[in-house]
């Protein structure tokens, strides 16, 4: 099997894609629980591909370097010769296997992926195993071609005495008294229906306003070329949530938007030599974020 294919599955499991590039990337979005064939599955991820995605952000070349102590450019290289050699088995075979994610194959529109039927699990779904659910059919309670009769029950006759009449004529007194009592009414149907919107979500209305990522992120500051990634996310809301979580050591990490994500940086290197020091120091400091990844960019 290919090296960079073994990096693909352990890398969807902490990310949201992977980008081989040349060839494509594998995208992978979160799935809830869900019936299928009979059986109720746990949330997982459903992994997908789009051959758009050919850009290379670093994350599998710093994955392969770090696994093979290389650096970055022997990284590069060796992913550049296993991409022609996966093209080319496409073109000969029209059909390449990917370990436990699925097949690519070649077609007159270009490539497309066949994803396994087990997705990728997930940690919050640790332990989590598919139950046999079935569907309940309704059963009808009428017999077809039989329709049915109902009887009607004669109820007695019950004739007015003297004490029902008295009773009548003191229902109605009560009656016409209370409508002469004054009531003052009051508009409770409005406060009644505010107090029925939970405050959660009226929070998350208000701290949530619509806003671009050119109008929350000041790109405009210079940076270094080399940045130290401990966090990548689709969202600015998971990114500034990411940031409030981190450590009061690592407070001063900052966002860079670049191909539509929303990246944490840790720190910033001028060259790859330093960012990659850098890069162990963190990995090393911080266990949990040990698959920290260095990103060339410089907007």
């Not at 077609?107 to 992926?113: A, H, L, Q």
């Not at 332990?127 to 109902?150: C, D, E, M, R």
Request: with cysteine.
């Amino acid at each position: 099997m290919l090296q960079i294919v073994q990096h693909i599955e352990p890398l969807l499991r902490n990310h949201d894609f992977v980008v081989i590039p040349s060839l494509g990337g594998f995208v992978a979005s979160l799935q809830p629980s869900h019936w299928q064939n009979g059986m109720l599955c746990p949330p997982s991820k459903m992994v997908g591909f789009n051959p758009t995605l050919t850009y290379n952000d670093g994350l599998l070349a710093q994955a392969i370097a770090q696994q093979n102590g290389c650096t970055l450019e022997d990284a590069n290289a060796l992913i550049e010769k296993e991409v022609k050699v996966m093209h080319q088995q496409l073109r000969v075979w029209k059909h390449l296997s990917l370990g436990n994610l699925g097949s690519l194959y070649q077609t007159e529109n270009g490539i497309d992926f066949e994803p396994y039927a087990n997705s990728l699990p997930i940690s919050s779904s640790y332990g989590l195993t598919s139950v046999y659910f079935p569907v309940l059919t309704q059963t009808s309670a009428v017999t077809k071609g039989v329709t049915p009769t109902t009887v009607p029950i004669k109820q007695p006759l019950v004739l007015p005495t003297r004490r029902s009449s008295h009773f009548a004529v003191a229902c109605v007194a009560i009656i016409l008294l209370l409508l002469m009592i004054p009531v003052k009414i009051t508009n409770q149907r409005q406060e009644s229906m505010a107090m029925i919107v939970p405050t959660t979500v009226v929070e998350e209305v208000i701290a949530q306003p619509e806003t671009t990522p050119e109008t929350t992120i000041n790109q405009a500051e210079p940076c270094t070329p080399f940045h130290v990634v401990i966090g990548s996310f689709n969202t600015q809301a998971k990114a500034m949530k990411f940031i409030e979580e981190l450590p009061s050591s690592l407070a001063h990490s900052k966002i860079i938007y670049s191909e539509k994500r929303f990246r944490i940086i840790a720190a910033s290197y001028p060259t790859e030599e330093l960012g990659n020091a850098g890069m162990e120091e963190i990995a090393q400091a911080y266990p949990a974020y040990k698959d920290a990844w260095l990103l060339h960019y410089n907007p």
